[in-house]
C-alpha cells in the first residue's frame, strides 16, 4: 500500500514560500534604494540644483519595485490559502482514508473541489475493491471460525483448567475453567505474567525439567509430560497440573501448555489424615514397647507362682502381639494414603541431579559433581529436588564438608540417591532431626518426613568402604532409597499435529526483556486503554473520580473479555449538572470501595502496560492528587489520544472524541460512561497505529515525541 510522505508536501511548501520570499525581500531592497536617490534628487530640486533624468529614474523604478514586491506578498498570500493549505488538508484526508478508515471522504468545495471529487470516486473504487475482498476472506475464514467456536467448546466443557504460556511465561491462551481457579489470585489476562497467579519456581523447575529430559532421551522424550504440584501466589490453592512443551517449525521449544485441577480440598482432607496416622502411630508406639517390654520381664521372672505368671503373660503377650498388629496395619494405611494422591512420573536419575546442583550453584562454597550412570525412578521431582538441595546444605554446616558427589544406584526393586562425601558419616541423632526440617512455603510446607513418606522411603547416614588395598580417604554417604520407574516406552510417541493458530501465539516469539520500552515496536507492546467519570471538572479544588474503567490492547487486538470497571465512592455529592452528563447519582455510588482502593486495584490490572486515554492529562491529574494517599506510584508511559489526533489531524480544529471517532469511523456507544469512552478510545488507537507507522512513528519514543510536539494543545490541557 503506498504510503503518503506529508514531509514532501511541507518541502515543497516551504520551497515555493522561501522562492517568494527572497524575490519580495530584493525587490524591496531595489526599491528602497530607488526612492533613497530619488527623495536626493527632489532635495537638490528644491534646493534650486538641478537633478539628473537618472535620479527620476531611480525613483520610478524604486516604485515600481515596491509595487512588485506588494504584488509578490500577495501572490505568496494567495497561494498559501488557495493551493498550500487545501492541498496539505487533501493530503491529510487521504492518509485518513488509506491508513485510518475507508469510509472517509474529502469535502468537495472549493478550490480543490474537482480534484477531491476525483479523490472521492477513487476512494469508493477502493472501499468496493476492499469490500470485495474482505467478503472473500471473511468467507474463506467462516469454516475457521467454526473450527475455532468448537475448540472453544472444547476448551469451556473441559473440567480442567488450560493455560499456554511462551517462554516469557506470558498467557497465550486460557479457559473459562483456568480463570475460576487462578482469577482470585490476581488478574488473569493475554500477555499478562503467569507468574503473577501462580508461585514461580515450581513453574520454572519443570520448564527446566522438560528441556533437560528432552535433551537426555532425544526424541524419545518428544512430547513428554512432566506433573507439577503449585500453589497460587495468594495461597488459596494448590493445583495439579501437567505440562509438557510447545515445539517450534524446527522442534526448538518456543513455549508450554499447563493442565491444571485444583486439588486444594485433597491435599487438606490429606493432611489431615496425615496428622491423624501419625498422632495414632505415635501414641501406639510407645505403649507396644512397654507392654513387650513387660512381657519379656514376666517371662523371666522365675518367682511369680507358675499358674498366675502363665495367665499374666499370655495376656501381655497377646495384647502386645495385637498393638503391634494395628500399629503395622496403621502404618501400612498411611504410607498407602499419603502416596496414593501425590503426583509422580518416571525420571531419569541424571535430570535430577542436574536439576539439584543448579539449586546449588548459588553457594560458591560448595563443589557438587554429578558421578552418575544414569537409573530411572519414579518420583516428584521438584520435591525431590528441594529436599536433596537441603540436605546437602545440612551437610556441609553439620560434618563441614564441601565437595560432594551425587549417584544414582539402580537396584532390583529400588534405586538409590547417594549424596558423597570424604569424611565421617552423619551421626544417627543427627539424620532424625533432618526429618522434621520445613522445605518452604514453595514446596506447600512439606517436611523432609512428608517429601520421604510421600515416595515411601527413608534415609540413614553410613560409610563408604575403600576399595582393598586403596589408600583412599574415607568416604561416606546420605542414602535414600526411591522406588524404580514404573515403565519405559519402547517406542517414542508420535508428535501431535500442529495446533491451530488461535488467540494470541505471536507472543510465543517475544521481545528481549532488556530492551528499553521506549524502543519497542507499538505494535508489540501491551496498552491499557481508560477513562475516568469525576463529580466534577476541577479536581484540584475538591472534585473526585466517582467510576474508572479500561480494557487491553494486546497485538493490537482489543480484548474486550479483560476489562476494569468499578464505580468509586468519592465521599462527597455527586452535583446535579454532571448527573446529567455520566448519569451516576450518590445512591448508585453509596458503600463503594474508596479511590484508595481502587486505585490499586486499577494498578494491578494495568500491571506494566501502557496506558491510554484521550485527554490523558485530565484523568492523570485526579490519579496522581490521590498517589500518595493510595500508596502508589502510577509510573506507566502515557499516551493521548487528542495529542495524536492534534499530530496527524493538525489540518482540523476539532478532536474531541465523538469527531476522531467519526472520522476513523468507530462507532460509539455509552457515551459518556468510563467504559463506554475507554472501549472508543482504544477502538480510536488501535486504527491510529497504522497512521502513526505511515509518518515513520513505530515505536513507543517516537509516538510519545510526537505527542509532545503538540505544545499548543499542552498549553490547553494545563488549565486541569
Known amino acids: 500500500m503506498a504510503t503518503i510522505r506529508i514531509g514532501k508536501i511541507m518541502r515543497l511548501r516551504l520551497a515555493v514560500l522561501c522562492t517568494i520570499c527572497v524575490f519580495g525581500l530584493i525587490c524591496a531592497v531595489v526599491a528602497g534604494g530607488a526612492l533613497y536617490f530619488g527623495l536626493q ?118 473440567q480442567e483448567g488450560l493455560i499456554v504460556c511462551n517462554l516469557n511465561h506470558q498467557i497465550l491462551l486460557y479457559n473459562q475453567q483456568a480463570l475460576k481457579m487462578v482469577g482470585v489470585a490476581g488478574e488473569i489476562g493475554l500477555g499478562r505474567s503467569l507468574f503473577s497467579l501462580l508461585a514461580r519456581e515450581p513453574i520454572v523447575h519443570t520448564v527446566q525439567l522438560l528441556r533437560l529430559r528432552e535433551l537426555a532421551e532425544d526424541e524419545e522424550a518428544e512430547g513428554d509430560v512432566a506433573m507439577v504440584i503449585v500453589p497460587t501466589v495468594d495461597g488459596r490453592s494448590i493445583l495439579q497440573a501437567r505440562m509438557n512443551l510447545i515445539a517450534g517449525p524446527e522442534g526448538e521449544p518456543q513455549g508450554y501448555v499447563l493442565a491444571a485441577s485444583d486439588v486444594t480440598q485433597d491435599l487438606a482432607a490429606l493432611g489431615t489424615r496425615d496428622r491423624l496416622l501419625r498422632e495414632a502411630t505415635q501414641t501406639l508406639r510407645h505403649p507396644v514397647a512397654n507392654l513387650r517390654a513387660a512381657a519379656e520381664t514376666l517371662n523371666e521372672s522365675p518367682e511369680m507362682p507358675k499358674p498366675e505368671r502363665q495367665r499374666f503373660v499370655e495376656v501381655l503377650h497377646d495384647e502386645s502381639q495385637a498393638l503391634s498388629k494395628r500399629l503395622d496395619t496403621l502404618a501400612a494405611q498411611f504410607r498407602t494414603v499419603i502416596t496414593g494422591h501425590w503426583p509422580m512420573a518416571d525420571l531419569p ?41 537441603r540436605l546437602v546444605r545440612e551437610i556441609a554446616k553439620a560434618g563441614g564438608a564441601d565437595s560432594f558427589d551425587l549417584r544414582a544406584t539402580a537396584a532390583e526393586e529400588r534405586t538409590y540417591i547417594d ?48 576399595a582393598t588395598g586403596s589408600e583412599a580417604a574415607r568416604l561416606a554417604r546420605l542414602r535414600i532409597p526411591l522406588p524404580p520407574a514404573q515403565h519405559r516406552r519402547a517406542e517414542p510417541t508420535p508428535s501431535a499435529p500442529p495446533r491451530p493458530e488461535f488467540y494470541d501465539f505471536e507472543l510465543l516469539n517475544p521481545l528481549p526483556e532488556e530492551a528499553e520500552i521506549l524502543d519497542r515496536p507499538l505494535r508489540r507492546l501491551t496498552f491499557v486503554a481508560f477513562d ?4 466534577g471538572l476541577k479536581p484540584s479544588e475538591g472534585d473526585e473520580i466517582i467510576s474508572i474503567a479500561a480494557v487491553r490492547i494486546v497485538n493490537g487486538r482489543i480484548l474486550t473479555g479483560e476489562t476494569f470497571n468499578r464505580l468509586v465512592d468519592p465521599g462527597r455529592s455527586i452535583p446535579s449538572s454532571s448527573i446529567r452528563f455520566h448519569g451516576l447519582s450518590d445512591e448508585m455510588v453509596k458503600d463503594k470501595p474508596p479511590i484508595t482502593v481502587v486505585l490499586n486495584q486499577f494498578k494491578a490490572f494495568a500491571g506494566d502496560s501502557v496506558v491510554v486515554a484521550h485527554n490523558a492529562a485530565f484523568d492523570m491529574k485526579f490519579i496522581r492528587l490521590k498517589e500518595e494517599e493510595a500508596g502508589l506510584v502510577f509510573d506507566n508511559p502515557v499516551l493521548d489520544t ?42 480510536i488507537f488501535v486504527r491510529m497505529i497504522e497512521m502513526l507507522e505511515a509518518r515513520g512513528i513505530t515505536t513507543l519514543g517516537q509516538a510519545v515525541e510526537a505527542s509532545n510536539s503538540m505544545i499548543e494543545v499542552r498549553k490547553q490541557q494545563a488549565q486541569f
Open 642 to 683: 487528542l495529542l495524536l489526533s492534534a499530530f496527524l489531524h493538525d489540518h482540523e480544529q476539532d478532536h474531541r472524541l465523538d469527531a476522531i471517532a467519526a472520522r476513523f469511523g468507530v462507532s460509539v456507544s455509552d457515551r459518556h460512561t468510563a467504559l463506554g469512552d475507554s472501549l472508543v478510545t482504544a477502538g
Open 532 to 535: 475516568t467519570e469525576t463529580t
Open 41 to 158: 534628487a527632489f532635495q537638490q530640486q528644491s534646493a534650486g540644483n538641478e537633478a539628473s533624468p537618472q535620479a527620476f529614474a531611480a525613483l520610478y523604478g524604486g516604485a515600481a519595485f515596491f509595487l512588485i514586491a506588494l504584488a509578490t506578498a500577495f501572490a505568496a498570500a494567495l497561494l498559501e490559502t488557495t493551493f498550500v493549505r487545501p492541498a496539505v488538508g487533501t493530503a491529510r484526508h487521504v492518509e485518513t482514508i488509506v491508513h485510518g478508515n475507508t469510509g472517509h471522504r474529502l469535502p468537495e468545495e472549493p478550490p480543490l473541489r474537482e480534484l477531491n471529487a476525483a479523490v472521492n470516486a477513487l476512494a469508493d473504487k477502493f472501499a468496493r475493491a476492499e469490500g470485495a475482498l474482505e467478503s472473500a476472506q471473511a468467507e474463506a475464514k467462516r469454516a475457521e471460525q467454526t473450527q475455532r467456536q468448537r475448540l472453544e467448546a472444547v476448551l469451556r466443557d473441559l
Open 419 to 466: 549424596i558423597e562425601w570424604e569424611g565421617f558419616p552423619v551421626p544417627a541423632a543427627t539424620v532424625e532431626s533432618w526429618l522434621e526440617l520445613d522445605l518452604g512455603a514453595n514446596i506447600g510446607g512439606l517436611s523432609v518426613r512428608d517429601v520421604l513418606d510421600h515416595h515411601r522411603s527413608t534415609l540413614w547416614s553410613e560409610a563408604v568402604a575403600p
Open 349 to 389: 536419575s541424571s535430570v535430577l541431579l542436574t536439576m539439584v546442583v543448579r539449586r546449588l550453584e548459588d553457594d560458591t562454597r560448595l563443589s557438587v559433581q554429578i558421578a552418575d550412570l544414569p537409573a530411572w525412578l519414579h518420583c516428584d521431582s521438584y520435591s525431590l529436588a528441594v529436599m536433596l538441595e
